[in-house]
């Protein structure tokens, strides 16, 4: 039935379809707008506007345009209508500008704009490539977005000479009946403020004019099964501090003064450069820094005077739960609101860059929590997850996978690589799980998976995903790193996307750090018998592209410090220390290390508490954190320790049989053919009159070794020394040192 509301004997308002009319007085259309702000009439009422607005529990609607006021009769179920004059416009009659004045039988009375006279913000183009899954700036298109509009009425509430200030909201949610915004603007009462659904798109989008950067909202969700749920936007960029779990509407107000270095990073090629890389958990670093602006003052200083190139954060996406310590995302383009504002964070980037510091920080794309105010179920169906249980669900973290398949999800992915890095100018992405997303049977027993199309075991939609991700990321963000952490074989992690690969510049090398740590648990006297861990590496050093990390993974839930790892007494613990430092800066591969390793801190990482800063008061830890310093410094300046990592020209064993002393030479090369030996003693006893074999003649001098009394050891030195000639294992040249027990000296041509 078509209702026919009269006005009066001069004027009918548009009719509506009663069923329309209806569903939209309790906000569950699925196109409001079809019916609610202004219509241009037809035939001999082609010069009048009926004018429809849905005002639950008002006494009185006026509707006001630049011409009068009209007040509107009550029609159906909250509902007012008004029929009012049309504009003239160049093309004919338009709709006039108006605004909604309501009063109610408490005494208030609101003069406001009205969100259903306002075009879509998100055009069709943006519709199709989203539906394509090419959308590479989605975070521009869906989510909140404040705008401004010049309007002859003035500002939202009718002030004069006042720009419209509102935010538009968009959301995709194909399988839902009816999308609202609800927040305190509405008093969470989302009636007023019905979302119309963009075609056949999936997506829903209004514009409420008056709603300002600050305000709290959610989604109010009529799914697939006829029930009303709330939802955090998926796209937010801010969210409240956890337990509370509503999304902030954001306008960002940074001002970006790290030009100099984003120029260089476009003009570089950060893979072939050195990357010595402090990882860190921002919510632990130091107690007594709470938000990112305090980070900005301490961590910023604090990384440059210790020489790293880069900082690594732990994940700062929004999470729900801080054990997780950001690896289980809820907002995946909202920043960690615990610690401050998306601009606070902006603010440490920036003073990072201005500092001449890399930012890194940790993405996880594997897999996301179930909590019910997020993505889980979001329209009532598995939307993001993969809907094959065998698939969707990962066994042992109680997380959903996400659908790789599906183009929107993987758009949505994609483009957040590119939202980190562009928005917030993030130099680099280490890509946590990745093991878990190339493998079907990853954690899952027979019987738990499906094979693939070809009967393999391999993630095809996630493998093309990762493939997308990168290429994606590299291309449209030059100079930046994105960084596999992946603990199988898998092959061409770090090949080229066009040759077959991953397309990630850079891996983890999980088997170096594994067998590292195993060989120096062992007793000195023990360890000529693990001879081969040590020297395991260089095996496969050139099969990817790899950064060596001492993680967060390998100090915590009773893995103890690496100071903790070391045996003997402290004496040997400190220097087992230093040496484990200098063979890890000196190894082919770029290098990471966690917070807290730097001070060689006696306890394990506790995400609850703080670096143990408390050791610096003992001069060993001084002494250790002095010889990290200096061996950064000493790093960036010998291109011999970097300029080839990835090529085997840039690395020769001197002796690496030498098991019975624990003692590995080799020489690192650089480019354009600087050299720098490296002779590490992982033995108890200082070796005398060690021969050395040495790649050529003429004089070498010791750059630096970890026994120096300033880092606390018993300050052997070598200091400037006459190779000589005469073969020894297979070189020309060699000469007899003194290589201090549990040290390591880095020995460099003098011409």
Not at 246 to 268: N, Q
């Amino acid at each position: 039935m078509t209702t026919h509301t009269n006005i009066n004997d001069d004027t009918v308002a548009v009719p509506v379809n009663q069923g329309d009319l209806d569903a939209v007085s309790n906000a569950s259309f699925y196109n409001p707008h079809e019916v609610l702000g202004g219509h241009l009439g037809t035939g001999k009422h082609r010069d009048m506007v009926t004018i429809r607005v849905l005002r639950p529990m008002a006494k009185t609607v006026t509707i006001v345009t630049q011409n009068g006021e009209t007040p509107a009769t009550h029609e159906f179920n909250g509902v007012f209508v008004a029929v009012v004059p049309a504009a003239e416009g160049e093309d004919g009659p338009s709709i006039p500008d108006y605004r909604v004045r309501t009063s109610y039988e408490n005494g208030t009375t609101v003069t406001e704009d009205d969100p259903y006279r306002y075009l879509p913000t998100i055009g069709e183009m943006d519709t199709y490539l989203f539906g394509e899954g090419r959308h590479e700036r989605l975070w521009e298109a869906l989510g909140a977005h404040v705008l401004r509009y010049d309007d002859p009425m003035g500002g939202a509430d009718g002030t004069p000479g006042e720009q419209v200030v509102g935010t538009a909201f968009t959301v995709w949610a194909p399988n839902a009946h009816a999308v609202r915004v609800v927040g305190n603007f509405n008093s969470w009462d989302g009636r007023r403020h019905a979302m119309r659904e963009i075609g056949s798109s999936g997506v829903w989008e209004i514009f409420i004019p008056g709603v300002q950067a600050g305000e709290v909202y959610k989604y109010e969700i009529l799914n697939a099964n006829y029930d009303w749920t709330m939802k955090a936007d998926p796209m937010e960029r801010s969210h409240e501090i956890p337990p509370a779990t509503g999304s902030i509407v954001v306008e960002s107000a940074h001002d970006w003064d790290d030009g100099e270095w984003m120029d260089h990073r476009r003009a570089t090629d950060p893979h072939a450069g050195p990357v010595s890389i402090y990882e860190v958990h921002a919510g632990s670093w130091r107690k007594d820094v709470s938000n990112y602006h305090e980070l900005a003052d301490k961590l910023v200083p604090y990384v440059k005077s210790m020489g790293f190139t880069h900082v690594e954060f732990m994940p700062l996406a929004q999470h729900p739960f801080s054990g997780s310590w950001g690896y289980q995302v809820t907002g995946y383009y909202a920043v960690d609101s615990r610690l401050g504002s998306p601009d606070q964070f902006k603010y440490l980037i920036d003073q990072f860059h201005q500092a001449g510091i890399g930012v890194i920080m940790d993405w996880v794309p594997a897999h996301f929590p179930k909590d019910a105010f997020a993505l889980g179920r979001f329209d009532g169906t598995p939307l993001y997850e993969d809907p094959d249980p065998t698939r969707g669900e990962h066994p042992d973290w109680g997380t959903y996978v996400f659908n790789f398949g599906r183009r929107e999800v993987r758009n949505f992915l994609v483009a957040n690589a590119c939202f980190w890095m562009d928005e917030y100018h993030i130099d680099a992405l280490r890509v946590d799980a990745v093991s878990s997303m190339l493998y079907l049977d990853y954690s899952r027993e027979p019987g738990q998976w499906h094979p693939n199309i070809y009967g393999g075991r391999e993630n095809l939609e996630a493998i093309d995903f990762l493939k997308e991700a990168n290429a994606t990321a590299y291309k449209n963000n030059p100079g930046v790193m994105m960084i596999a952490e992946e603990s199988t074989a898998y092959p061409g992690i770090t090949a080229p996307t066009s040759a077959g690969g991953l397309g990630f510049g850079l891996k983890w090398n999980m088997g170096w750090m594994h067998d590292t740590l195993e060989y120096l648990h062992e007793t000195p006297i023990n360890r000529k018998w693990h001879h081969n861990e040590i020297t395991f590496s260089m095996v496969y050093a050139y099969s990817e592209h790899y950064v060596l990390p001492i993680s967060h993974d390998e100090v915590v839930y009773g893995k103890g410090s690496v100071f903790g790892k070391m045996p003997g007494d402290d004496w040997q613990k400190y220097a087992g220390v230093r040496s484990l430092f200098a063979y890890h800066w000196a190894h082919p591969g770029k290098n990471l290390s966690f917070m807290g390793n730097e001070v060689a801190q006696w306890g394990e990482w506790d995400h609850d508490g703080s670096v143990d800063w408390a050791a610096l008061d003992w001069p060993d830890h001084r002494g250790v954190q002095h010889m990290v310093a200096d061996l950064n410094d000493l790093y960036k300046r010998s291109p011999a320790l970097w300029s080839q990592d990835f090529d085997p020209a840039g690395f020769q064993w001197l002796t690496s049989d030498d098991a019975d002393h624990n003692t590995l030479s080799f020489v690192r090369i650089g480019k354009d053919g600087e050299q720098m030996v490296v002779v590490v003693n992982f033995s108890g006893e200082a070796w005398q009159d060690y021969q050395v074999p040495l790649p050529q003649g003429g004089k070498w001098r010791e750059v630096m070794t970890t026994d120096d009394a300033k880092y606390g050891g018993s300050d052997i030195h070598n200091g400037t020394f006459e190779a000589v000639p005469g073969e020894y294992h297979s070189r020309d040249w060699s000469a007899k040192l003194t290589i201090p027990a549990l040290g390591a000296v880095f020995l460099e041509p003098t011409d």
